[in-house]
Structures are given as C-alpha cells and as structure tokens.
C-alpha cells in the first residue's frame, strides 16, 4: 500500500504532527511549511511565496513544485508540476501526490471556509500572508479543483482528517471519505513503517 500525507495550511492540520505520519508515507505540504519543516514535498504557486523560497535557498536542498508560468524569473532548482493546470497550492499538491501512483491519500488542513469567518491559516499575520483579523481568502476554487482530482483519480483513496463539529465538504464519490484525528490515529497505530 503506498500512502501519501497530504497537509493544506488549515488549522485544523495543528491536531497531529508531521513526524507522526513519516514513517508511514510520503509528505506532501504548502508553502512556509518550509519555515518550520522538510516536507518530502513542498508545493507553491504564489510568486510572492516563491521569491520567498529561492531568496533562502530552500529549492537547491529540498524539492519544490511549482508551475512553469508563475514562477519564470527564478526557475533554477524549481520542478515543475505537469501538465500546467494553474491551480491553487494544496489541489496541486494532491494532483502531485496522485502523479507519484499512490493507493492512498490523506488529506490535512484542508479546512476550506475557514472558522469564525477569519482567515484559517496557522501563517496568518506572518510574511506574505494575510492578517489574523482579516476575513477568509476565497475558497471555492479549492473545493472545484479538490473535487476535480479527487473524480479523475477513482482509483486512489481519499481521506479527509477533520474535527468534530466543523464544516464537512463532501464530495459525492465512492473514493472519498471523511473521518476525525482521533480515529486517524488509531488507523495509523496499525500500520506498519516504510521507514
């Protein structure tokens, strides 16, 4: 079984921690999770996000996964994400995972709406972010491009970990499906380690 963890920037992913799902799979995340943390994957498409990135460096130790016209100016050390689809951060990061022929996804942060009408982003008020008091970024372009390859990719599993009493997206297809943090857990304590 090949699993991938995929982490959008919600502030829901702050419910488990990267290490956890190491052993189990590749790691997929989104922009500064480099800040903090070595994703197997790192996937950015904001150019402002992508300046910040080559202007460390990060890009010639780590791989990251940008598209070709958002990022021309400094393209040294980039992969590119094919074909072009223009899409946001963490539906990109779900097509890459799919691209690498997994069994499995798990999806993290992918909180959507947002809580409380704010900006739902463990960066919020941090360099090239928006503010914490400031509402929402739109998100109904994630939700489309979310359903798109999650409907194109029938024969992969796809895992939504959530909390309890949160905005449930639902996608009407017999490979998606939705479960808490805490049962993820419990799935996870009966796998074995790749590594």
Known sequence: MKRAFVFGNGKTRLNIDFDEVKPYGQIYACNAVYRTYAPDYLI??????????????????????????????????????????GWSSGPSAIFLA???????????????????????????????YRGKDQ?????????????TVVKDNPKIQFTRVTIPNFYETKFNYEN?????YDDFKKIMSKWQKIR
Not at 58 to 82: A, D, R, S
Not at 135 to 147: A, F, G, I, M, S
Not at 176 to 180: G, K, R, S, T
Request: charged fraction near 20%; aromatic fraction near 18%.
């Open 44 to 85: 950015a498409v904001d150019r402002k996000m992508l300046d910040e990135i080559s202007l460390n460096g990060y890009q010639n130790k780590h791989p990251v996964y940008t598209y070709f016209n958002v990022h021309k100016k400094h393209l040294l050390g980039f992969n590119l994400i094919e074909p072009n689809l």
């Open 98 to 128: 799919c691209s690498h022929k997994v069994d499995e996804i798990y999806l993290f942060g992918f909180d959507y709406e947002g809580i409380d009408g704010l900006i739902n982003n463990v960066f919020a008020g941090t360099e090239n």
């Open 135 to 147: 509402k929402p970024v739109y998100y109904q372009n994630w939700l489309r491009q979310t359903d």
């Open 176 to 180: 998606y499906y939705q479960i808490f």
